[in-house]
């Protein structure tokens, strides 16, 4: 029997119109699902499908609320036994911070694949169709379960937690950086690689099955000459949470360091992480984490480091238990 892949759509480039082939403007989320499976040809030798649309926006718009709202029908959609799969469309531009949330909690060992595209669904050569049809080949793959979530773009597999948007205009934008890919897939064919070392799939880290929203974590982008005054306005705006891209291996101004430990000894959690796209952020390493009450984001970018430490707050303030989660995630 084929397996059963459920698709949700969000919206993206991959649902965009291009009004002219011939110029770059295009507008994201113009497309409902059935719209875009529709276009692709061969889907019913693949899976046998069913679809939802979650949402229809630009991935720019993503929050907290939608991703509680979409975990929570990924969730339910996957503890049903008419269901093996789910295929989730999405824009790129938070596409790599949705799959990692979503990587922490799903409460299933069932695929969670996502899709998105570079060229919109109007688009000479769009690559959209491609995605999803080898999005729903990998879904449809038994050999896809227990590796957690996992984004397919331009024949590559990435594990949500590894993948990075690299480019902006180019079917080739994401990247596993210094982790590698999961496996490819082209034309529906599927080739794994060895499993990941770090423990993904399985148990969800987190429940999110009764949240209606989640702490507030704020990033700020680390520069020379860098101030406090954002520091300041995060605090005063209710962040529990701060993110430092930092310049480096997470490394920011005196200034802001100084600023940053006394919200640390006030209660705010801070993570260092980094503005370098293939970075490694080390405890102790240039900065004194231990006795400024850091957190180390380890590779862990910025904009995934914002969704685990906003699920660690769910849990607890304390950096050296937040520490620990970053170090298992
Ligand atoms: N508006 C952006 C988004 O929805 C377009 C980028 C894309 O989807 O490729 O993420």
């Known amino acids: 029997m084929k397996r059963r892949v459920h698709v949700l759509g969000t919206g993206g480039t991959i649902a965009g119109a291009q009004p002219d082939p011939g110029h770059y403007g295009y507008t994201a989320a113009q497309f409902g699902i059935d719209w875009l499976l529709n276009a692709v ?28 709202q979409l975990a929570r029908r990924v969730n339910e959609v996957l503890a049903s036994p008419a269901t093996d799969a789910a295929l989730i469309t999405h824009g790129t531009d938070t596409l790599e911070e949705t799959g990692y949330f979503l990587s922490l909690v ?43 979530t996992l984004i397919v773009l331009n024949d590559e597999i990435h594990h949500a937690r590894n993948a990075v948007k690299t480019g902006t205009s180019n079917p ?44 507030r974590v704020d990033i700020l982008h680390a520069h020379a000459n860098m101030s406090i005054d954002l520091i300041d306005a995060a605090i005063a705006g209710g962040a529990r949470g701060i993110v430092v ?12 360091i100084e600023r940053l430990a006394r ?15 293939s ?18 984001a380890g590779d862990l970018n910025a904009a995934k480091s914002r969704a685990l430490l906003a699920l660690a707050l769910t849990r607890t303030s304390d950096p050296q238990h937040v520490q620990s989660m970053f170090d298992q995630n």
């Open 245 to 256: 891209a930092g310049v480096g291996a997470g490394n920011m101004s005196a200034r802001a």
């Open 263 to 277: 919200a640390a000894q006030h209660g705010t959690v801070v993570v260092r992480s980094s503005r370098v796209v």
């Open 106 to 148: 799903t409460a299933s060992d069932k695929p969670v694949v996502m899709v998105g595209s570079m060229r919109p669904a109007t688009a000479i050569s769009a690559d959209g169709p491609a995605n999803i049809y080898n999005g729903v080949a990998v879904a449809a793959d038994p050999r896809a379960c227990r590796r957690g």
């Open 41 to 68: 040809p061969g889907l019913d030798r693949l899976a046998t499908l069913s679809g939802e649309q979650v949402v229809n926006i630009g991935s720019q718009d993503m929050d907290d609320g939608i991703w509680l």
């Open 172 to 215: 080739s934008a994401f990247s596993s950086m210094s982790r590698g890919l999961a496996g490819i897939t082209s034309a529906g064919r599927v080739e794994w690689f060895e499993r990941e070392p770090h423990p993904i799939g399985g148990p969800p880290r987190f429940d999110v099955g009764g949240l209606e929203s989640l702490p």
């Open 279 to 296: 970075a490694m952020v080390l405890r102790n390493a240039e900065l004194d984490d231990d006795g400024l009450g850091f957190v180390a």
